[in-house]
Nanobody, 122 residues
Framework: QVQLEESGGGLVQPGGSLRLSCTASGSIFRVNAMGWYRQAPGKEREFVATITNGGSTNYADSVKGRFTISRDNAKNMMYLQMNSLDPRDTAVYYC????????????????WGQGTLVTVSS
């Protein structure tokens, strides 16, 4: 069994900062690419940022220069530092990762966390 769990969401004022964390746990053989996605009320889930296990990153245009994705491979953790938050960033943020388990070893599949709510409001 492999699980992903997000933490760090909450209520923040416009212009503020928040740091999200994602922890992968369970029978993990290898964690490959990881990423953050978000879903605002009434909207489709959208891409926010991804990071490879080598550290290469990619960002949605809407968050470039404000959000920073990072990871700690030794701990199977990923982070999203969010600065200059805007009410349009309000959404449930989901962690995603391509993981191979100890059972499948070299065959990976995507896993999703349950999501953490970020609300940007005064």
């Amino acid at each position: 069994q492999v699980q992903l769990e997000e933490s760090g969401g909450g209520l923040v004022q416009p212009g503020g900062s928040l740091r999200l964390s994602c922890t992968a746990s369970g029978s993990i053989f290898r964690v490959n690419a990881m990423g953050w996605y978000r879903q605002a009320p009434g909207k489709e889930r959208e891409f926010v940022a991804t990071i490879t296990n080598g550290g290469s990153t990619n960002y949605a245009d809407s968050v470039k220069g404000r959000f920073t994705i990072s990871r700690d491979n030794a701990k199977n953790m990923m982070y999203l530092q969010m600065n200059s938050l805007d009410p349009r960033d309000t959404a449930v943020y989901y962690c995603n990762a391509e993981i191979s388990s100890t059972l499948t070893r070299y065959i990976s599949r995507p896993y999703w966390g349950q999501g953490t709510l970020v609300t940007v409001s005064s």
